[in-house]
């Protein structure tokens, strides 16, 4: 067996049992229970690590998507790695305080629905930059920011109407989506930013989707971005940064995919647009960054056929993680016993679904794997990103436990959830 990990992910075999960055997920499961995220903080580092090499040429600040996965144990690894942060909401904004206080001073604030509250908040805690969605948002932000006497530094987002081949939910770009502002527009936004009190035109962001494979969509939207930051300065505004956004996408599928190949081909888009503009370059990755480190690791509760289907019902669902639900988004499933002569499973054709009262609760339709059998342990790969952060409570299930491993050690980062804890804010 090769002993170096050419996979994109941290989870690899080793004889015949799969682990993650060395750990045994069998123990995992015995020591913690099912479902249970798994993640990787060595390979977090190393996606981390691929845009900071890639970018270390421009002046830049990489400010990851907490919406992808918020727990406050994986803000602070990103943070003690000079990582900064995109939110959208005064929740995400307290989960940054509370995880990595000294990164405050390098967040930027998305969301087309900023609240009075969230603003005040993020005016309290000094952030980059606010990254305005409309222009009533605009008006709001300037009284605030003059009730609290402070300077917003604010970029307008705008909309490129870039067409990016991905998933419709996740596509935002184009002018039929709700988000930013047209590019034609701006201009004008960006005068009338400029009259209001207390705010500071300072950047220009853009952020056209996510799970785009491709990289020519970046660099159209940051071409169309440079000129309107040209056409901004000779308008007299002091447009030093340029925020990209996020949206960079991984394989989920068992493709060949080599991430450090993938950024160097983004950055070279990104780096040709922006040449000689002179800007300090703002980026979100959210996905890129954690999908892979992650899996959900779950136990098989019962096996059935009905009729020529054969079924696989596991402990999680579509609570735990909604994304083949939601988005017919493709995860790749594995046993964490290989199949071997001593543990025999001949492959079948299954669908894997979790015990949810929905139709739509499913992991994969009629995916051929090795036999998994009830008392079997799978895992789901690339839950790292918009898994638990999407995960809910419907039919009164409690939010999976997580774990990270870090230097080769397991740490539980968020306790199970108890029934207690899930019912308190209910009145009878
Ligand atoms: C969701 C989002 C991101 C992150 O997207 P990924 O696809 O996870 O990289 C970045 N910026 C904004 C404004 C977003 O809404």
């Known amino acids: ?4 990990n ?24 015995d020591t913690y229970g099912t479902p249970l995220y798994v993640y990787s903080a060595d390979a977090i580092r190393e ?5 900071q090499t890639e970018f270390a040429a421009i002046p830049n600040t990489l400010c990851y998507a907490v919406k992808a996965n918020s727990s406050l144990a994986i803000l602070k690894l990103l943070s003690e790695q000079d990582c900064g942060f995109d939110i959208v909401s005064g929740g995400e904004l307290e989960r940054v305080r509370r995880a990595a206080p000294s990164a405050l001073s390098r967040v930027v604030f998305s969301g087309v629905g900023k609240q009075v509250w969230e603003m005040d908040a993020a005016l309290a805690a000094d952030i980059l930059l606010f990254n305005v969605e409309s222009e009533a948002e605009l008006e709001i932000l300037s009284q605030r920011a003059s009730a609290a006497g402070k300077i917003a530094r604010i970029a307008l987002r705008v909309n490129p109407d870039v067409f990016a081949e991905t998933h419709p939910y996740i596509s935002t770009g184009l002018r039929e989506h709700k988000f930013g502002i047209a590019i034609e527009r701006a201009r004008e936004v960006y005068r009338r930013a400029a009259q209001l009190p207390n705010l500071e035109p300072a950047g220009v962001s853009v952020h056209i989707g996510s799970q785009i494979r491709d990289v020519e969509p970046f660099a159209q939207s940051l071409q169309r971005v440079r000129s309107l930051v040209e056409e901004l300065r000779a308008d007299g505004h002091n447009i030093r940064y340029v925020d990209g956004g996020g949206g960079f996408g991984i394989e989920y599928g ?19 647009a922006l040449d000689g503009l002179n800007a300090h370059l703002l980026l979100e990755p959210g996905r890129f960054l954690v999908a892979q480190a992650g899996a959900l690791l779950t136990r098989v509760l019962y096996t059935k056929q009905n009729g020529t289907k054969h079924f696989v019902i596991a402990d999680a669902a579509m609570n735990d993680l909604i994304r083949p639900a939601l988005y ?3 995860h790749e ?3 964490v016993i290989a199949a071997s002569p001593e543990h025999a499973r001949p492959n079948q054709t299954a669908d894997i679904v979790g015990p949810v009262c929905e139709t739509g609760d499913f992991f994969a339709r009629d995916r051929t794997l090795p036999e998994l059998r009830a008392g079997d342990l799978a895992v789901l790969l690339d839950a790292g990103a918009y898994g638990m952060s999407l995960a ?9 436990a997580e774990v990270l491993i870090d230097h080769g050690q397991p740490r539980l980062i968020r306790r199970r959830e108890t029934l207690d804890s899930i019912l308190a804010p209910e009145l009878l």
């Open 392 to 400: 809910s409570h419907y039919n009164t299930r409690v939010h999976p």
């Open 6 to 29: 050419t996979s994109p992910r941290p989870f690899i075999y080793a004889d015949n049992r799969l682990t993650c960055s060395g750990v045994d997920l069998t123990d995992l499961a």
């Open 333 to 335: 499933i594995l046993p």
């Open 328 to 330: 017919q988004a493709h």
């Open 254 to 272: 068992n493709a060949a995919f080599n991430p450090a190949a993938s950024v160097a081909a983004y950055a070279t888009a990104i780096r040709s």
């Open 1 to 4: 067996m090769s002993t170096t």
């Open 47 to 51: 996606r981390l690590g691929m845009l």
